[in-house]
Each structure stands twice: as C-alpha cells, then as structure tokens.
C-alpha cells in the first residue's frame, strides 16, 4: 500500500479499519463534547431569559402596586370628603330641626 501499485493485504486492511476506528471514535467523542457544550449553552441562556421573565413580572407587579396604592389614596380622600359633608348636612339638619321646635314651641303647637 506505500506505493500504491501492490495489493492490499490483509494486514493493510486490519491497519486501515483501526485506523476509521480510531479517527471514527475521535470524531464521536468530539461531536459529544461539542454537543455537551451546546445543550450547556442553551440551558444558560434559558436560565437568563428565564432570570428576565420573572425580572419582568417582579416590575410589572411593583408597577401595579404602585398605581393601586394611588387609586386606594385618591378613593380614601374621596370617602372622607364625602365623610365632611355628610357630617356638616346632619349639622345644618339639626339645626333646622331646632329651629322648627322653637316655632312649634313659641305657636304652641304640639310636635307630631
């Protein structure tokens, strides 16, 4: 087989098969530590886009908090508006119902 021009023996054809089986066996074992290092790689960049994911929802929730807390401030001061005027109706109301005793007192009629 050195010159090309003589027959193969079977010794040349065990020496070539070792040989594809040594180069076959250095190809697998490359293509596994290629592979390895992609399904690595993947599982990080998942794990990132994940880490974001859950970054994201933590600020949209924060957000939301947020403009909760507002709503919740603007509706309390609203009640206690409504709370002050309420308040000062039943005071001007008991003031009119006072006034109206002292007539009914002073015509002398009886209250119903």
Known sequence: ?????EPATKADLAQLGDALRSDTAQLADQLRSEMTQLRDQLRSESQHGFDDLKETLRDVQT???KAFYGFA???DARFKETEM???MLRGRLTAVEFRL???EKR???PPQ
Do not use: K, R, V
């Open 1 to 5: 087989m050195e010159n090309g021009h």
């Open 63 to 65: 957000e939301m908090l």
């Open 73 to 75: 401030q603007s509706t």
């Open 85 to 87: 005027a309420d308040m």
């Open 101 to 103: 005793t002292e007539i």
């Open 107 to 109: 015509i002398n009629l």
